[in-house]
């Protein structure tokens, strides 16, 4: 019940870009997405509710298409600090508030 | 800001002990939430709470329990702890509402011998 996220690994050199997919097989009431660092916890990037709607965060947007239940975040310009590991988390439609979070994507950026 | 605060960082056991886990924020949010995370397999929901005394079954829910008893501590139980629970703990909180974000604590790492 874990959403898919694609690619499981991606390594960009600064400045290059990048997308992250996530995929659920059930109707979702959001999407957030999350980076963690190294020994640190996941910090919150941003949310993106049902609807269809896109959002920016710097050089760091999202956009979430309801009927196929998939979200794709897009980092354009990579720096070096975005380097981490990307969840998705998913609210199922239905379960409450129950929370679900996919496997990650590990984004790696060298200089 | 939000805190979430979880008991200890570092944390070994034995086979078969009872093991607590625990967690406070300090943000009165109504929804907290337990989670495993070992390498490859991301987060997995282990129990969740949306008030006090309610709790919900989350994707591996076997092997533990959960108690809420006052709204910013949740507990995570090890009844009889095995090496196969040896991994990363997470615990996070969310409001309710258009901002759910979570919050996480920053993790107890469980070895279980």
Same mark, same amino acid.
């Given at each position: =019940?874990?959403?898919? =996220?694609?690619? /499981? !690994?991606?390594?960009?050199?600064?400045?290059?870009?990048?997308?992250?997919?996530? @995929?659920?097989?059930?109707?979702?009431?959001?999407?957030?997405? &999350?980076?963690?660092?190294? %020994?640190?916890?996941?910090?919150?990037?941003?949310? *993106?509710?049902?609807?269809?709607? /896109?959002?920016?965060?710097?050089?760091?947007? !999202?956009?979430?298409?309801?009927?196929? =239940? /998939? @979200?794709?975040?897009?980092?354009?310009?990579?720096?070096?600090?975005?380097?981490?590991?990307?969840?998705?988390?998913?609210?199922?439609?239905? /379960? %409450?508030?129950?929370?679900?979070?996919?496997?990650?994507?590990?984004?790696?950026?060298?200089? | 800001?939000?805190?979430?605060?979880?008991?200890?960082?570092?944390?070994?056991?034995?086979?078969?002990?009872?093991?607590?886990?625990?967690?406070?924020?300090?943000?009165?949010?109504?929804?907290?939430?337990?989670?495993?995370?070992?390498?490859?397999?991301?987060?997995?929901?282990?129990?969740?709470? &949306?008030?006090?005394?309610?709790?919900?079954?989350?994707?591996?829910?076997?092997?533990?329990?959960? @108690?809420?008893?006052?709204?910013?501590?949740? @507990?995570?139980?090890?009844?009889?702890?095995?090496?196969?629970?040896?991994?990363?703990?997470?615990?996070?909180?969310?409001?309710? %509402?258009?901002?759910?974000?979570?919050?996480?604590?920053?993790?107890?790492?469980?070895?279980? *011998?």
């Amino acid at each position: =019940q874990q959403p898919v =996220q694609s690619p /499981q !690994a991606v390594i960009l050199r600064e400045g290059e870009d990048a997308v992250i997919n996530c @995929s659920s097989s059930k109707a979702l009431y959001s999407v957030h997405w &999350y980076r963690q660092k190294h %020994g640190e916890a996941p910090v919150f990037l941003m949310i *993106l509710l049902k609807g269809g709607e /896109q959002k920016g965060h710097e050089k760091i947007s !999202a956009s979430f298409n309801e009927k196929k =239940q /998939q @979200s794709s975040l897009y980092l354009t310009a990579s720096q070096l600090s975005y380097s981490g590991t990307y969840f998705c988390g998913t609210r199922p439609l239905g /379960q %409450g508030f129950s929370f679900i979070f996919g496997k990650g994507t590990r984004l790696l950026v060298k200089p | 800001d939000v805190k979430v605060t979880q008991s200890s960082r570092y944390l070994v056991k034995r086979t078969g002990e009872k093991v607590f886990l625990e967690c406070v924020q300090d943000m009165d949010h109504e929804n907290m939430f337990w989670y495993r995370q070992d390498p490859g397999l991301g987060l997995r929901l282990i129990y969740f709470s &949306y008030d006090v005394k309610m709790k919900e079954k989350g994707d591996i829910p076997e092997g533990y329990s959960v @108690s809420r008893e006052k709204k910013e501590r949740f @507990s995570l139980i090890l009844e009889s702890a095995s090496t196969n629970q040896t991994s990363m703990y997470l615990c996070a909180s969310s409001s309710t %509402g258009y901002n759910e974000k979570l919050f996480f604590g920053s993790g107890t790492q469980l070895s279980v *011998l």
